[in-house]
Protein backbone atom coordinates (compact mmCIF):
# COMPACT_ATOMS: atom_id res chain seq x y z
CA UNK A 1 0.00 0.00 0.00
CA UNK A 2 2.52 2.88 1.24
CA UNK A 3 4.55 2.32 -2.36
CA UNK A 4 1.68 2.72 -4.27
CA UNK A 5 0.95 5.86 -2.32
CA UNK A 6 4.38 7.46 -3.45
CA UNK A 7 3.74 6.11 -6.94
CA UNK A 8 0.34 7.86 -6.81
CA UNK A 9 2.08 11.01 -5.55
CA UNK A 10 4.33 11.31 -8.01
CA UNK A 11 2.08 10.24 -11.05
CA UNK A 12 0.16 13.42 -9.77
CA UNK A 13 2.74 15.57 -10.00
CA UNK A 14 3.71 14.39 -12.67
CA UNK A 15 0.63 14.54 -14.78
CA UNK A 16 -0.10 18.33 -13.59
CA UNK A 17 3.69 19.37 -14.50
CA UNK A 18 2.88 17.89 -18.40
CA UNK A 19 -0.14 19.79 -18.47
CA UNK A 20 1.01 23.10 -17.02
CA UNK A 21 3.39 23.11 -19.55
CA UNK A 22 0.44 23.43 -22.09
CA UNK A 23 -0.40 26.56 -20.69
CA UNK A 24 3.17 28.85 -20.55
CA UNK A 25 4.22 32.00 -22.15
CA UNK A 26 6.15 32.00 -25.27
CA UNK A 27 9.87 31.35 -24.53
CA UNK A 28 12.09 34.16 -25.95
CA UNK A 29 15.57 32.51 -24.42
CA UNK A 30 16.73 29.12 -23.55
CA UNK A 31 19.25 27.68 -21.88
CA UNK A 32 21.98 25.79 -23.88
CA UNK A 33 21.04 22.44 -25.00
CA UNK A 34 23.89 20.74 -23.33
CA UNK A 35 23.69 22.41 -20.05
CA UNK A 36 19.88 21.23 -20.34
CA UNK A 37 20.81 17.74 -21.22
CA UNK A 38 23.25 17.27 -18.09
CA UNK A 39 20.63 18.55 -15.76
CA UNK A 40 18.24 16.63 -16.72
CA UNK A 41 20.17 13.17 -17.08
CA UNK A 42 21.16 13.76 -13.57
CA UNK A 43 17.61 14.17 -12.43
CA UNK A 44 16.20 11.18 -14.29
CA UNK A 45 19.09 9.04 -13.13
CA UNK A 46 18.59 10.33 -9.44
CA UNK A 47 14.64 9.46 -9.87
CA UNK A 48 15.49 5.88 -11.54
CA UNK A 49 17.92 5.15 -7.77
CA UNK A 50 14.92 6.69 -5.82
CA UNK A 51 12.09 5.07 -7.27
CA UNK A 52 13.99 1.29 -7.83
CA UNK A 53 12.74 0.22 -10.85
CA UNK A 54 15.69 -2.71 -10.45
CA UNK A 55 17.37 -3.55 -7.45
CA UNK A 56 21.01 -2.80 -7.14
CA UNK A 57 21.89 -5.44 -5.17
CA UNK A 58 25.57 -4.68 -3.92
CA UNK A 59 23.99 -1.11 -2.28
CA UNK A 60 20.60 -2.20 -1.47
CA UNK A 61 20.82 -1.96 1.72
CA UNK A 62 18.41 -0.12 4.23
CA UNK A 63 19.97 3.19 5.89
CA UNK A 64 16.52 3.22 8.11
CA UNK A 65 14.82 0.57 9.81
CA UNK A 66 11.60 -0.76 8.29
CA UNK A 67 8.74 0.62 10.12
CA UNK A 68 4.78 1.50 9.46
CA UNK A 69 6.01 4.96 11.18
CA UNK A 70 8.73 5.59 9.57
CA UNK A 71 6.59 4.71 6.09
CA UNK A 72 4.30 7.02 7.24
CA UNK A 73 6.57 10.06 7.66
CA UNK A 74 8.13 9.27 4.59
CA UNK A 75 4.49 9.19 2.61
CA UNK A 76 3.49 12.87 4.57
CA UNK A 77 7.22 14.38 3.39
CA UNK A 78 6.63 13.42 -0.19
CA UNK A 79 3.05 15.13 -0.16
CA UNK A 80 4.11 18.08 1.47
CA UNK A 81 6.83 18.29 -1.03
CA UNK A 82 5.09 17.83 -3.56
CA UNK A 83 2.42 20.12 -2.32
CA UNK A 84 5.01 22.68 -2.05
CA UNK A 85 6.49 22.23 -5.55
CA UNK A 86 2.74 22.88 -7.01
CA UNK A 87 2.16 25.52 -4.89
CA UNK A 88 5.35 27.25 -6.16
CA UNK A 89 4.45 25.96 -9.73
CA UNK A 90 1.34 27.97 -10.02
CA UNK A 91 2.25 31.04 -8.42
CA UNK A 92 4.86 31.13 -10.91
CA UNK A 93 1.32 30.87 -13.50
CA UNK A 94 2.28 31.37 -17.10
CA UNK A 95 6.03 32.27 -16.11
CA UNK A 96 7.02 28.60 -15.73
CA UNK A 97 8.68 26.21 -18.11
CA UNK A 98 10.57 22.54 -17.03
CA UNK A 99 13.65 24.18 -18.76
CA UNK A 100 15.34 27.21 -17.92
CA UNK A 101 13.84 29.96 -20.11
CA UNK A 102 12.80 33.63 -19.88
CA UNK A 103 9.47 33.96 -21.33
CA UNK A 104 7.77 36.66 -23.17
CA UNK A 105 6.95 39.46 -20.53
CA UNK A 106 8.73 37.31 -17.44
CA UNK A 107 7.79 38.55 -14.21
CA UNK A 108 10.11 38.25 -11.17
CA UNK A 109 8.05 36.54 -8.49
CA UNK A 110 8.67 37.24 -4.91
CA UNK A 111 4.79 36.51 -3.16
CA UNK A 112 4.29 32.99 -1.83
CA UNK A 113 6.22 29.99 -1.42
CA UNK A 114 9.17 32.49 -3.39
CA UNK A 115 9.04 34.59 -0.26
CA UNK A 116 10.69 31.08 1.51
CA UNK A 117 13.28 30.36 -0.83
CA UNK A 118 13.78 31.57 -4.14
CA UNK A 119 13.62 28.15 -5.87
CA UNK A 120 10.57 26.43 -3.93
CA UNK A 121 10.11 23.89 -6.66
CA UNK A 122 13.09 22.28 -6.17
CA UNK A 123 12.86 22.84 -2.49
CA UNK A 124 9.42 21.03 -2.55
CA UNK A 125 10.61 18.34 -5.32
CA UNK A 126 14.04 17.32 -2.57
CA UNK A 127 11.57 17.20 0.29
CA UNK A 128 9.34 15.00 -1.56
CA UNK A 129 12.54 12.48 -3.29
CA UNK A 130 13.78 12.64 0.87
CA UNK A 131 10.04 11.46 1.50
CA UNK A 132 10.23 8.96 -0.75
CA UNK A 133 13.60 7.93 0.04
CA UNK A 134 13.10 7.62 3.87
CA UNK A 135 9.74 5.77 2.91
CA UNK A 136 11.69 3.10 1.29
CA UNK A 137 14.22 3.46 3.34
CA UNK A 138 17.40 1.66 0.90
CA UNK A 139 20.64 3.65 0.02
CA UNK A 140 20.01 3.90 -3.62
CA UNK A 141 17.09 6.28 -2.82
CA UNK A 142 19.34 8.50 -0.91
CA UNK A 143 22.44 8.07 -3.81
CA UNK A 144 19.38 8.91 -5.74
CA UNK A 145 18.15 12.38 -4.07
CA UNK A 146 22.35 13.50 -4.12
CA UNK A 147 22.49 12.83 -7.68
CA UNK A 148 19.58 15.09 -8.45
CA UNK A 149 20.20 17.47 -5.76
CA UNK A 150 23.45 18.23 -8.05
CA UNK A 151 20.83 17.78 -10.85
CA UNK A 152 18.71 20.62 -9.57
CA UNK A 153 21.96 22.94 -8.24
CA UNK A 154 22.86 22.99 -11.91
CA UNK A 155 19.55 23.97 -12.88
CA UNK A 156 19.78 26.74 -10.52
CA UNK A 157 22.60 28.52 -11.34
CA UNK A 158 21.34 28.76 -14.86
CA UNK A 159 18.34 30.17 -13.75
CA UNK A 160 20.06 32.64 -11.36
CA UNK A 161 22.29 33.94 -14.45
CA UNK A 162 18.80 34.20 -16.67
CA UNK A 163 17.45 36.10 -13.50
CA UNK A 164 20.82 38.71 -13.07
CA UNK A 165 20.67 39.46 -16.72
CA UNK A 166 16.64 39.97 -16.71
CA UNK A 167 16.07 41.73 -13.30
CA UNK A 168 19.64 43.34 -12.40
CA UNK A 169 19.79 44.56 -9.03
CA UNK A 170 16.57 43.72 -8.45
CA UNK A 171 17.39 40.21 -8.33
CA UNK A 172 20.62 40.29 -6.80
CA UNK A 173 18.75 42.31 -3.83
CA UNK A 174 16.45 39.48 -3.96
CA UNK A 175 19.60 36.92 -3.74
CA UNK A 176 20.52 38.89 -0.30
CA UNK A 177 17.01 38.20 0.90
CA UNK A 178 15.91 34.76 0.74
CA UNK A 179 17.87 31.73 0.33
CA UNK A 180 17.52 29.60 -2.38
CA UNK A 181 16.74 26.17 -1.45
CA UNK A 182 16.50 25.97 2.38
CA UNK A 183 15.15 28.80 4.41
CA UNK A 184 17.92 30.07 6.58
CA UNK A 185 20.51 27.79 5.64
CA UNK A 186 21.34 26.97 1.69
Keep these: MPIDAY ?10 WM ?6 KRTVRRQSS ?12 GFLLLL ?4 LDA ?5 VPASPALT ?3 VVLTAAGIGFA ?9 NWSGTVTLKQHHELIRHGPYRIVRHPIYSGMLLAML ?9 PCLIGVAIAFLGFWIKWRIEEQFMIEQFGAQYVQYRREVKAVIPGVL
Excluded at 34 to 45: E, G, K, N
Excluded at 86 to 94: C, I, V
Design 7 to 16: RALWLLFITV
Design 19 to 24: LAALAS
Design 34 to 45: TSRIIQAALTLV
Design 52 to 55: QPWR
Design 59 to 63: VNVRF
Design 72 to 74: FCG
Design 86 to 94: MWAHFTLGR
Design 131 to 139: GTAIGYGRV
